[in-house]
């Protein structure tokens, strides 16, 4: 069984402070890592993904990952009220199937 | 226009009927992918098709049935619709990487 987990939240920040989402997985044969945000009753869109240990920036997101732990994490710096919303952590295997987690609903607060 | 459509986008259904869900796409990807989202459960993968003649089935296919008319077009039908079948449906697509998906609006169906 492949599992994706995420911690459900809700996660609430002050606007301007960094946000941070966990995200584990089972299969040590996960090749490819992906965050999603998902607006409320909306498609999720792709933010960033990753496929190397070790951290990723674009602008204000940063992926981190941790194969050995098993971990893959998303950093916000700066958060802005529009980025509320659920985050979901995808895991991506041999043959381009893909795993969600439940996604973590972030708040932040102006 | 949208590179990713589905129809209808709400529908309501007694259980027992048979329904179809469509999607289409005009960013020439190969790959296309249903999935059904739920409270608490998060994205599930139903069926997936790398090209019109390659269908998969994901982690939760019983129930459902799909047909891949075209490499633009892919279907999903609940041949005789149930309560627990409620759920907000995706369809996806994605490049012959697979390095990301793009998601169609989503159909929100009921089953009463």
């Not at chain 1, 911690?7 to 402070?17: F, I, Q, R, Y």
Request: charged share 20%.
């Amino acid at each position: 069984q492949k599992e994706v987990e995420q911690n459900s939240g809700p996660l609430s920040v002050p606007e301007g402070a960094i946000a941070s989402l966990n995200c584990t997985y089972s299969d040590r044969g996960s090749q490819s890592f992906f965050w999603y945000r998902q607006y409320s009753g909306k498609s999720p869109e792709l933010i960033m993904f990753i496929y190397s240990n070790g951290d990723k920036e674009d602008g204000r997101f940063t992926a981190q990952l941790n194969k050995a732990s098993q971990y893959v994490s998303l950093l916000i710096r700066d958060s802005q009220p529009s980025d509320s919303a659920t985050y979901l952590c995808a895991v991506g295997y041999t043959g381009n199937q893909f795993y969600f987690g439940t996604g973590t609903s972030l708040t932040v607060i102006p | 226009d949208a590179d990713v459509t589905q129809t209808p986008r709400n529908r309501i259904t007694k259980t027992g009927k048979r329904i179809m869900l469509e999607c289409s796409q005009t960013k020439g990807h190969d790959r296309m992918y249903w999935y059904r989202q739920d409270p608490g459960l998060g994205l599930r993968l139903i069926y997936y098709s790398f090209d019109v003649k390659d269908i998969n089935k994901g982690e939760i296919s019983d129930g459902y049935s799909v047909s891949r008319q075209a490499q633009a077009k892919f279907s999903l039908s609940l041949e005789s619709a149930i309560p627990n079948q409620t759920a907000l449906y995706f369809c996806a697509t994605s490049d012959l990487q697979g390095y990301e998906q793009y998601f169609g609006p989503g159909t929100r169906l009921t089953v009463t």
